[in-house]
């Protein structure tokens, strides 16, 4: 089936759903697509059914009986009933979802199943009764698609022990943009505004389209007015966009507590003793949150790749680190529409609490999915941050973008060191630090023979160091228009 237009990018998601729609097997299939809210998930499955035909199923928050009404209504509409078909109970619906009279494959999607299970638990157990039986005697073609925005819900729709695992012949998960096509979906060519506008909006398209009705910064000179009349502007959308992420979660039961959270690992506090200490709380106790918030997907829990038991959190949604880090501590103020003067005294906080990070972890990304294997010496089989103890200065060293090759049965190949600097011009000493690491972690037992030394630079190089890269293949330059456009 050929993809709508409107639809921008999506292409491997669209074959998947096309070749399980179209899958010629008899019985009823079940299928499962989950992602983070405003990633377009609707708007995919509602084509899909218009391109393919079928039935599309909004789930809302109501009582049962409602739900069940509806449902009976566009079963009716469908197939040209004289009036709404009566479903009694879940039962009776799903058993007429699956029997429906068709005769080739049919999509039926339900989208934002957690709110129909939230009323009705025993929901996944029924469907499950259900495909069980028709595998055993028969039934109709009918591709059943149940999609959630919720992720602490639908990942353990599928996992455990729960009535639906090894049912599903479909498990799609609708991912944000990647920094490349943001910077494509909002028709930013300058690779450095597309940083700063990536490290308040990120890759979420809904953001661009309805929550700030298109309106993009169109040059770096536009960026500061950008800010102020839209993610700033109390009348639009994005505004509340924040706060409302983590209330429209179903597993939250006190929203203040995890907004404290975020707001801690905003902050900078991005390990579990740190966020504990920003809460004056033991650490036990934040133990739950950071797990819930993990499964919600609002939190990434990265592994130091020197030391894997000393983790570091990560918000995954840069709008929400924007909010704490800029937005919340000045509410009042930009609700009285003083965006202006809140912008003029947080620019230099959102550079170096936003930005800066943010620029780290694009730099991450692109070591691990754009760079060419020829870069390393080798494929990259892990990417992430590192901390080295360095005895005899006394010192700690972090190391921003660390990548380590696949494992061989001998020493751990380290194919690169990298440092990250989004507001400075970096110059040969930061090649020294990463030599001296280098050192200390081939006494450690690591394989440093070939290993590359990387700056990452949103700001440049110095004529030094561009000269000295230039002498040696050993060194590797990054700055924003390779981190876009190279490899």
């Known amino acids: ?289 950071l797990t819930v918030l993990e499964d919600a997907g609002l939190l990434a829990k990265q592994a130091d790749v020197f030391r894997p038991t000393r983790p570091i959190y990560r918000i995954t949604e840069p709008l929400i680190t924007f909010y704490h880090a800029v937005m919340r501590p000045a509410w009042r103020e930009l609700e009285r529409r003083r965006a202006e003067q809140v912008w003029r005294r947080s620019r230099p906080r959102f550079l170096s609490r936003v930005v800066g990070p943010h620029f780290e972890e694009l730099c991450r990304q692109w070591a691990s999915d754009f760079a060419d294997p020829d870069t390393w010496g080798g494929v990259a089989a892990d990417v992430g941050h590192g901390v080295v103890n360095d005895p005899e200065q006394r010192t700690t060293h972090e190391i921003d973008v660390v990548v380590l090759g696949e494992h061989d049965g001998g020493p751990r190949k380290v194919l690169a060191l990298g440092e990250a600097k989004w507001g400075e011009v970096m110059g040969t000493g930061h090649i020294d630090r990463l030599t001296r690491v280098r050192d200390l972690l081939g006494q450690r037992g690591f394989d440093t023979r070939t290993t590359r030394l990387t700056c990452y630079s949103g700001k440049g190089f110095t004529a030094e160091l561009i000269a000295a890269a230039g002498k040696d293949d050993s060194l590797v330059l990054v700055d924003v228009a390779r981190l876009y456009y190279g490899e």
């Open 1 to 289: 089936m050929e993809k709508p237009g409107e639809i921008f990018d999506r292409v491997a998601e669209w074959a998947d759903l096309s070749a399980f729609v179209a899958d010629p097997a008899a019985l009823p299939l079940l299928g499962v697509v989950s992602g983070r809210r405003r990633q377009g998930k609707t708007l995919l499955l509602g084509s899909l059914v218009d391109v393919a035909g079928g039935l599309y199923v909004d789930g809302t928050e109501a009582v049962p009986a409602e739900q069940l009404h509806r449902i009976g209504e566009i079963v009716g509409t469908r197939f040209g009933a004289p009036g709404p078909v009566r479903f009694p109970d879940w039962r009776a619906a799903v058993d007429g979802i699956l029997d429906l009279p068709v005769d080739r494959p049919t999509s039926v999607v339900i989208d934002e199943f957690p709110y129909l299970v939230k009323g009705s638990p025993e929901l996944p157990s029924i469907l499950q009764s259900a495909l069980d039986l028709r595998r055993r005697t028969g039934g109709r073609p009918v591709r059943l698609l149940l999609c959630g925005s919720a992720l602490s819900f639908m990942g353990r729709l599928l996992g455990g022990g729960a009535p639906l695992r090894g049912r599903a012949g479909l498990e799609l998960v609708v991912p944000t943009l990647d920094y490349r096509l943001a910077a494509e979906f909002w028709g930013i060519g300058d690779p450095y505004l597309a940083v700063l506008t990536h490290a308040i909006v990120g890759g979420t398209p809904a953001y661009r389209r309805e929550y700030v009705r298109g309106d993009a910064p169109a040059s770096l000179a536009d960026f500061d007015a950008w800010v102020q009349r839209a993610p700033l502007n109390s009348s639009l959308p994005i505004f509340r966009e924040a706060r409302y992420l983590l209330a429209e979660e179903v597993d939250f039961r006190d929203p203040a507590l995890y907004h404290s959270v975020l707001a801690a690992v905003a902050e900078g506090n991005n390990t579990r003793g740190g966020i504990a200490g920003c809460l004056e709380r033991k650490a036990t106790d934040v133990a739950h949150p």
